[in-house]
């Protein structure tokens, strides 16, 4: 239909509304990280930008945030987070402004800024509502980010309390992408500080993700392998870690998968399954060769410090 129509501002609108109903379901589909979703989403940016739709800008940054911050590419992501914040404070827009502070938050996390992180968490835990260009509900997700935050600070008791709140909040709400994001950080936070019902929060991820969420469902999978580790299943958790890491690297994600290994440590890579896998770009196997930057992650640093500390 588009290539029947001459170049400007009508094909372009057009295309422009095309493209921004692409990106989630290349999303949900392929993967948040797939190299088609960024391509998607920085065609819709440029698109907006030349037929003036402001409206559509902030959506569209957040999508691009969330492309490299999946990716592990946090230098990218926090500077498009600060262009979400500029955005809306030029516009005297709340909501922009206070996305643009979540993202920003959530990105330092991962950069070792755990105290900026806390506190630009802290400040867009007003923001409740659904926003456009945003797969998940924003306030479940921020009580998530900040538990792990607080995880890392040592606040335990604290992580634990607001973990509760994100996990009663997305499955009252119904909605599967943010009940799989909560279920995400649910398991990443008990593997850290070993909460009893991690084996429970993978199951549940997994049952939640389907084949609809397939960077969900890679997690999940991999988080229920790791999560074995305790009840001495080694040939299965070789197994479920090999599959989930697999679903991940079919979807591009980078972003955590080092430490999917958890508990198992090296250990896994002795392992005939986890040996003949086609490990992700980032996981253990590759970064002892390349270093990438999810290595270097303080999460990623911190969950193998608590693995060890847990045997």
């Known amino acids: 239909m588009l290539r029947d129509l001459p170049d400007g501002r009508e094909r372009r609108q057009l295309e422009l509304d ?3 109903a692409l990106r989630p379901a290349l999303a949900a589909i392929e993967g948040s990280a797939a190299a088609e979703v960024g391509e998607t989403i920085a065609r819709a940016r440029t698109l907006a930008e030349q037929v003036d739709r402001s409206d559509c800008l902030v959506p569209l940054m957040l999508g691009q945030w969330a492309f490299h911050l999946v990716r592990s590419e946090h230098s990218l992501a926090l500077s498009i987070a600060k262009q979400i914040e500029q955005t809306g404070a030029a516009r005297n827009d709340v909501a922009a402004k206070l996305q643009g502070r979540r993202a920003a938050g959530w990105t330092r996390c991962y950069l070792g800024q755990l105290i900026a992180a806390r506190k630009l968490l802290d400040q867009s835990g007003r923001h409740r509502t659904f926003t456009a260009g945003l797969a998940e509900a924003p306030y479940p ?4 980010y900040l538990a792990v935050t607080l995880v890392h600070l040592g606040y335990i008791d604290q992580a634990r309390s ?15 992408y943010t009940q799989a994001l909560v279920l995400l950080w649910a398991n990443w936070t008990a593997m850290i500080i070993g909460f009893a019902e991690r084996e429970q929060h993978a199951e549940e991820l997994r049952a939640v993700s389907t084949d609809d969420l397939p960077t969900f469902l890679g997690y999940g999978t991999a988080f229920l392998g790791s999560s074995l580790t305790a009840v001495g299943e080694a040939e299965e958790e070789a197994l479920l870690l090999t599959q989930g890491l697999t679903m991940l690297r079919a979807t591009g994600t980078v972003l955590n998968t080092p430490s999917a290994y958890g508990p198992c440590g090296d250990a896994c890579l002795t392992w005939p399954a986890c040996r003949s896998a086609q490990l992700p770009p980032g996981s253990a196997t ?25 045997r």
């Not at 709140?165 to 119904?174: F, I, P, T």
């Open 162 to 176: 607001q973990l509760t709140k994100a996990l009663a909040e997305s499955r009252r709400m119904q909605h599967a």
């Open 18 to 20: 095309l493209q921004i």
């Open 141 to 144: 997700a921020m009580l998530c």
């Open 286 to 310: 590759e970064n002892r060769n390349h270093r990438g930057e999810s290595e270097r992650s303080p999460i990623a640093s911190a969950a193998r410090r608590s693995d060890k500390s847990h």
